[in-house]
Structure formats: structure tokens, C-alpha cells
């Protein structure tokens, strides 16, 4: 089973600064890795796939890279509507697929 | 407009048995993979099962694997998920959700909530 490892657990930002988000599997997954955004009370949205594409309808601020095991989701300057939790996703042993614990970004 | 619209969730006793329903409408469910997620409270996103379009390939993740069963009516465009001996720590929002074109879960339901107790 492949295990995704999100770091932080919490991250405390302000508005307009940069976040940082990583993600690092237990073994490689290609590009095979897609980031979530989680509100409570919503349905998770797709932000970012294989890795480094935007989903349909996703600002540019956000930002994906990374291949094999360590990927990395970048906020580039946030927005009110960005605090949430972030889930990194991995499809490489599809259909097994396997989520992240998850970043919460909250405002400091 | 895409809609997965989950239903079948309850309050139930340790080891008795859920079936969770996942309505979809707006997209071409027979050629979409489906899977269902859950979200245990104060917990993240947990990947229970999948489906592929034709139910040829089928995935569970191990803290369900023999006691739950995914299964799919194209012909009714619906989704299910059978929950059998449920246990506590089976409480969780679950949601059914599609994979998209490049094969990840562009849209999700709402969810369900099932609590599991006594």
C-alpha cells in the first residue's frame, strides 16, 4: 500500500502571504498525484492533477510540481476563500487509490 | 449539470448492516469510474472503494475489504455501497464521487452520514 505523508499538519498564514504545502509518497507514483481542497460542510474540489495541472475553473495562484515521491502545492498569494484543508491523492495503484492526512491552512 | 446525490445513511448497531445509494444524472454514467470516500469525524479523507464503468475492476481499501461490497447499476445511472458488520469506527461522512477524463474525482456528492452505535 502505497502511504501519502503531508507536512505540515497546520499551517498559520495571513491573507496575501505564499503557502507552502508538501506531500511525500512511500514509494514513487509517477505523476499520478492530484491535491484537494476541503471546506467543512462541502464537497471536496479538485485543484491540481498529475501532479502540475489545474483542475477546470482553478486560479492560477494555485500550483502544483513534483513527480515520484515528493510533490509540492503552492498558494501563491492567499485568499480568504483558501483556508481550508488540502488532501494530496495518489492513483498510481488504481483502482486502490490513497489520500493524504491532509494540510489545514487557517489564518493566523 | 453533474449531480452525485448520496442517500442510506443512519444511525446503526454494532454488526448490523447500511446499503449506501449514489444517484448520479448529468454525465454518461456508464462510461465513468466511481468510488466512495469517507470522513470520519475529525479525521481526513479516507478512500474506501471503486468501481471501474463496466465493474471489471474493483478496489477496496483494507479496513473495509470483506465486509463491504461496491456495486453499480448503469442502467439506473446509481452507485452503491453494502456495509456489512459495521463497527464504530465505521462513523464517517461518506461520499460518492466520479473520475473525470484524466482518471481523478472530479465531482463529488454531498455526502451521507453514518454513525455506527449502540
Known amino acids: 500500500e502505497i502511504v501519502l505523508t503531508q507536512s505540515p499538519a497546520t499551517l498559520s498564514l495571513s491573507p496575501g502571504e505564499r503557502a507552502t504545502l508538501s506531500c511525500r509518497a512511500s514509494?514513487?507514483?509517477?505523476?499520478?498525484l492530484a491535491w484537494y481542497q476541503h471546506k467543512p460542510g462541502q464537497a471536496p474540489r479538485l485543484l491540481i492533477y498529475?501532479?502540475?495541472n489545474r483542475a477546470t475553473g482553478i486560479p492560477p495562484r494555485f500550483s502544483g510540481s513534483g513527480s515520484g515521491t515528493d510533490f509540492t502545492l503552492t498558494i501563491s498569494s492567499l485568499e480568504p476563500e483558501d483556508f481550508a484543508v488540502y488532501y494530496c491523492?495518489?492513483?498510481?495503484?488504481?483502482?486502490?487509490?490513497?489520500f493524504g492526512g491532509g494540510t489545514k491552512v487557517e489564518i493566523k | 449539470e453533474v449531480q452525485l446525490v448520496e442517500s442510506g445513511g443512519g444511525l446503526v448497531q454494532p454488526g448490523r448492516s447500511l446499503r449506501l445509494s449514489c444517484a448520479t444524472s448529468?454525465?454518461?454514467?456508464?462510461?465513468?469510474?466511481v468510488h466512495w470516500v469517507r470522513q470520519a469525524p475529525g479525521k481526513g479523507l479516507e478512500w474506501v472503494s471503486g468501481?471501474?464503468?463496466?465493474?471489471?475492476?474493483?478496489g477496496y481499501a483494507d479496513s473495509v475489504k470483506g465486509r463491504f461490497t461496491i456495486s453499480r447499476d448503469n442502467a439506473e445511472n446509481s452507485l452503491y455501497l453494502q456495509m456489512n458488520s459495521l463497527r464504530a469506527e465505521d462513523t464517517a461522512v461518506y461520499y460518492c464521487?466520479?473520475?473525470?477524463?484524466?482518471?481523478?474525482?472530479?465531482?463529488w456528492g454531498k455526502g451521507t452520514t453514518v454513525i455506527v452505535s449502540s
Open positions: 491523492q495518489q492513483r498510481s495503484s488504481w483502482p486502490l487509490l490513497t
Open positions: 514509494q514513487s507514483v509517477s505523476s499520478y
Open positions: 498529475d501532479a502540475s
Open positions: 448529468g454525465f454518461t454514467f456508464s462510461d465513468s469510474d
Open positions: 464521487a466520479k473520475e473525470g477524463s484524466r482518471y481523478y474525482l472530479d465531482v
Open positions: 468501481i471501474s464503468w463496466n465493474s471489471g475492476n474493483i
